[in-house]
C-alpha cells in the first residue's frame, strides 16, 4: 500500500479541500446528528492511554488476552505482549504484575532495559486455555463500544463540510459536465442516497468510487470493538486502507485506533443479505462487522444494483430504515441486539431503469435518481487525446475523424466514456506486439475497432 507524501496529511489546519487537521480531544457521546458545519472540523486523534481506566478497557479483558497471548506465543517479553495487544507497555507491565501475584505467571529472563521474558504457569496455563475456548482472538486490544460510537459522531459525513470545488476535485480525472456534477453535488450533500443509472461504460461505478474524496482524506477506526465482551472485527485490510506518513507514525496516539482514508466499499452480483448482517467465526470466537457498518464515514457502493443473487427489494428493504434514521440493528453471536450507527452515503449504480427495479415507494426513499448518458462527441474527442498523451501516442492528422466518421455516425454506434481508453488499449498492445511505434492511425483504429466491438450490435 502506497504511503501518503507529507503534504496530503495536514495535521496542523484544516485544509482547503476539506482535509482535517488533527488535533487531540476528549471523547463526545452519541448525540443527535447535527446541521453540516461549514468549516473543516478538527480529526481528533485518540490519546495514547496513560493508564487502564484511560483505555476504558475492562481489566479482565485485558488480561484475558496477554494471557492467551502467553498460551500461544509461549515464553515472550513484555515488549512483544505490548507489540500485539497494541497497548503502551506501562498498562501491559502494570496487567503483567498483577497476574504474576496470581501465580498464573513467572518470569522466566531478563531481557533488555526494565522487561523481562514472561511464561505461563501450570495455573496460568489452564486458564489461559479456558479463557482461548471461549474466544481464541489474539490480536489487538479492543475499544469500547461506547467510544466507535462516538467517534462515529465526530467524524460522521452529515458533520463534514461539502463544497462543489471539493466536488470537482474528486471528480477532476473524468471528463463531466458541469450540470451532471451540480446533480451529484446536490445529492451529496443531502445525504440520503444516491441512485446512478444508465448505459454501460459511462462511467458510474467511476463516479461512486471517487465521491467519497469530497469529504476529507482519512477517519480513525478501531481494529476491534468489545460490546459486553463480545469482539467484533472492525478494521478489514481488503476495504480499508492505512494512510502511511512519517507524520502519522510519529504521533503519540492509541494503537488500537488505526488511521484510513475515508472508506468507499464497493459489492456487486455478490452481495446477499448474510453481507449485511453480522458474521460470527467460530474458530476465532470473533464477530465480523457487516459492509454498512465498514463503510461508516465512507461511502457503500452497491453496484449492478438490480443483478444480486437477492432481488432489488429485499435488498432495499434491509436498508431503507437505516438509510432514514442514520442507524441500524444488528444481532450477535450470543443473541443480543444492538444498535449501531449507519454514517454513509448509499450508492447504488445499474444499467437498468430505476422503475423496473423498484415501486414508486422505495424509489421515493432515494430522492436523488442521476442518469448518467452518453459523452458528446467533444467530450469524446477531449477523452481520446487525453488517453493518447497519457499513454504516449502519436495522433495522426484525421485519425479520430475517420474514428468517429466511419465506426460511429456510419454504424449509428453511441458515445461510451469507456470507449477511448479501451480502444487505445487495442491500439497499444498490437503496436508493442508488432513493434510498431505508438502511433493512432486508422489503420490501427479500424484493427482496435475489429476486435472490440465483435458481437456487439451498433446500437448498444
Not at 501518503?4 to 487531540?24: M, R, S, T, Y
Not at 501450570?122 to 486458564?127: D, I, Q, S, V
Not at 476491534?224 to 463480545?230: D, N, P, S
Not at 458515445?415 to 498492445?429: A, G
Amino acid at each position: 500500500m502506497d504511503g501518503l507524501a507529507l503534504g496530503e496529511v495536514n495535521l496542523n489546519a484544516a485544509g482547503a479541500d476539506g482535509a482535517a487537521a488533527v488535533v487531540a480531544a476528549p471523547p463526545v457521546r452519541n448525540e443527535a446528528i447535527p446541521a453540516r458545519s461549514n468549516e473543516a472540523a478538527p480529526l481528533s486523534i485518540p490519546p495514547e492511554p496513560a493508564s487502564l481506566a484511560d483505555s476504558s478497557l475492562p481489566r479482565a479483558e485485558l488480561e484475558s488476552l496477554i494471557l492467551k497471548i502467553l498460551l500461544q506465543r509461549g515464553a515472550c517479553t513484555g515488549n512483544v505482549v505490548s507489540e500485539i495487544s497494541c497497548m503502551p507497555r506501562s498498562i501491559v507491565a502494570e496487567a503483567l504484575d498483577r497476574i504474576r501475584n496470581e501465580l498464573l505467571v513467572t518470569i522466566k529472563s531478563s531481557s533488555g532495559i526494565q522487561d523481562y521474558v514472561y511464561q505461563l504457569t501450570e495455573a496460568g496455563f489452564k486458564r489461559a486455555q479456558q479463557y482461548a475456548s471461549r474466544c481464541n482472538f489474539v490480536g489487538p486490544a479492543p475499544v469500547l463500544f461506547d467510544d466507535y460510537v462516538a467517534s462515529i459522531y465526530r467524524q460522521s459525513l452529515q458533520r463534514a463540510p461539502f463544497t462543489l470545488s471539493q466536488l470537482n476535485r474528486a471528480l477532476a480525472s473524468m471528463v463531466l459536465q458541469p450540470s451532471l456534477i451540480s446533480q451529484i453535488g446536490q445529492a451529496l450533500n443531502d445525504g440520503r442516497g444516491l441512485f446512478l443509472y444508465g448505459a454501460p461504460g459511462n462511467g458510474k461505478t467511476s463516479i461512486a468510487e471517487r465521491v467519497c474524496a469530497a469529504f476529507g482524506q482519512c477517519v480513525w477506526i478501531p481494529q476491534i470493538i468489545t460490546i459486553h465482551g463480545e469482539l467484533m472485527r472492525i478494521y478489514d485490510p481488503s476495504c480499508h486502507e492505512i494512510v502511511k506518513s512519517p507524520q502519522v507514525e510519529a504521533l503519540k496516539y492509541d494503537r488500537r485506533w488505526v488511521l484510513i482514508r475515508r472508506p468507499t466499499i464497493v459489492v456487486g452480483g455478490e452481495l446477499t443479505l448474510e453481507y449485511l448482517e453480522t458474521r460470527f467465526n467460530t474458530s476465532a470466537g470473533i464477530a465480523e462487522a457487516p459492509v454498512q457498518l465498514k463503510s461508516n464515514c465512507g461511502c457503500l457502493v452497491i453496484d449492478d444494483f438490480g443483478r444480486q443473487r437477492v432481488s432489488s427489494t429485499e435488498i432495499l428493504n434491509r436498508l431503507i430504515v437505516p438509510l432514514e434514521k442514520h442507524y441500524d440493528f444488528l444481532y450477535l453471536a450470543s443473541g443480543r441486539q444492538i444498535q449501531v450507527p449507519f454514517d454513509e452515503l448509499l450508492v447504488l449504480s445499474t444499467n437498468l431503469e430505476p422503475r423496473d427495479l423498484l415501486d414508486e415507494a422505495f424509489l421515493r426513499r432515494i430522492p436523488y435518481k442521476i442518469e448518467i448518458g452518453d459523452p458528446t462527441e467533444i467530450q469524446y474527442r477531449e477523452l481520446v487525446k487525453n488517453q493518447a498523451a497519457s499513454l504516449g501516442f502519436e495522433v495522426e492528422a484525421g485519425a479520430i475523424d475517420h474514428l468517429i466518421e466511419q465506426h460511429y455516425r456510419r454504424a449509428h454506434r453511441p458515445f461510451r466514456f469507456c470507449h477511448p481508453r479501451d480502444l487505445l488499449r487495442q491500439v497499444k498492445n498490437f503496436c508493442e506486439v508488432h513493434s510498431q511505434p505508438k502511433r493512432l492511425t486508422p489503420d490501427n483504429f479500424d484493427l482496435a475497432v475489429q476486435n472490440y466491438f465483435a458481437g456487439l450490435s451498433a446500437n448498444r
